[in-house]
T-cell receptor, first 114, second 114 residues
């Protein structure tokens, strides 16, 4: 039981390049989330998916797109990376009927945009 | 929008002593959930403790306990008998009963002094 996995763990991009961050969970959770973490800002929600086939914007969605490929997988895409997107990205999942809506987090991806 | 405030960016505690981390939140909801997460240097987010707003009894998990003051919208974390492994960033989080979004505070960095 791997929980929530994210790939890659580290990535360096040049301004204007694109990339997709992958996330998968094996806990059969309905809800999945993408956060970014910046110093002094805590975790800020980028996008979330309440269930397979649905996605919604969070607090800071600009510059990102997401795809809920199936119940297990939720990817985050940067179409044209900017230095302001340098951050640590976390994927998380939760199940509303168990564990009081606790979120389970992946190990994070450290992204640097130069 | 809900907001979660952690007013102590940094705290320190002597090993074996007790420390309290503060968290306040703003909501008009009556039913919700509150969480404390720990993030050690490994970056992995780990759930420490959770509290349902409808429960008056404060949650406790071994050396970790909360002081939940619903009327004051306050949710502090007390760590007793502090250990070196408690050194981490601690995040307070809020989730309302309906909806899927979690709201995180900006975090408190805890140092444990040997």
């Amino acid at each position: 039981n791997a929980g929530v996995t994210q790939t890659p763990k580290f990535q360096v991009l040049k301004t204007g390049q694109s990339m997709t961050l992958q996330c998968a969970q094996d806990m059969n959770h309905n809800s999945m989330y993408w956060y970014r973490q910046d110093p002094g800002m805590g975790l800020r929600l980028i996008y979330y998916s309440a269930s397979e086939g649905t996605t919604d914007k969070g607090e800071v969605p600009n510059g990102y797109n997401v795809s809920r490929l199936n119940k297990r997988e939720f990817s985050l895409r940067l179409e044209s990376a900017a230095p302001s997107q340098t951050s640590v990205y976390f994927c998380a999942s939760s199940e509303g009927t168990l564990n009081l809506y606790e979120q389970y987090f992946g190990p994070g991806t450290r992204l640097t945009v130069t | 929008a809900q907001t979660v405030t952690q007013s102590q960016p940094e705290m320190s505690v002597q090993e074996a002593e007790t420390v309290t981390l503060s968290c306040t939140y703003d909501t008009s909801e009556s039913d919700y959930y509150l969480f404390w997460y720990k993030q050690p240097p490994s970056r992995q987010m780990i759930l420490v403790i959770r509290q349902e707003a409808y429960k008056q009894q404060n949650a406790t998990e071994n050396r970790f306990s909360v002081n939940f003051q619903k009327a004051a919208k306050s949710f502090s974390l007390k760590i007793s008998d502090s250990q070196l492994g408690d050194a981490a960033m601690y995040f307070c989080a809020y989730r309302r009963n309906t909806g899927n979004q979690f709201y995180f505070g900006t975090g408190t960095s805890l140092t444990v002094i040997p």
